[in-house]
């Protein structure tokens, strides 16, 4: 679930972007995991999944490394989220779902990004589109 006011528009970084409407302080909660509409499965479970079933959930989702099961975010927001080295944003380490803080001030118009290898391998990401 999303915490602040964004748009989702062309992004420099790749395509499509999150960008906040509202100054954000360091510390704000961005997204927060929602049990009612978000999805966790475990690794058994992916498997079961048919090929097309896995290229979606990888696209869209990814496989925690913290834990080992897969997530699929509902907010369509999540899905627009660019990935940066030095994102504007991190994991909070203190919570096992998504929980997204602002690790600095973020300015109204700014994009929002995240170091997608806090919660995933490199080596997941990396298998993108293709999932064995």
């Not at 510390?27 to 978000?38: I, M, N, T, V």
């Amino acid at each position: 679930m999303v915490l602040f006011e964004y748009e989702i528009k062309e992004s420099a970084l790749n395509g499509l972007g999150v960008f906040t409407k509202e100054n954000i302080k360091k510390g704000k909660r961005l997204f927060q995991a929602s049990p009612k509409l978000d999805t966790e499965i475990s690794a058994e479970e992916f498997e079961k999944l048919d090929d097309r079933e896995k290229r979606e959930f990888i696209h869209y989702g990814y496989l925690d490394k913290r834990v080992g099961t897969y997530k699929l975010d509902f907010s369509v927001a999540l899905r627009f989220l660019n990935f940066s080295k030095n994102g504007n944003c991190n994991q909070d380490p203190d919570v096992i779902g998504t929980c997204l803080t602002a690790n600095r001030d973020i300015k109204a118009g700014e994009e929002i990004t995240f170091n997608y290898f806090e919660v995933m391998n490199e080596e997941h990401f990396q298998q993108g589109f293709n999932p064995k």
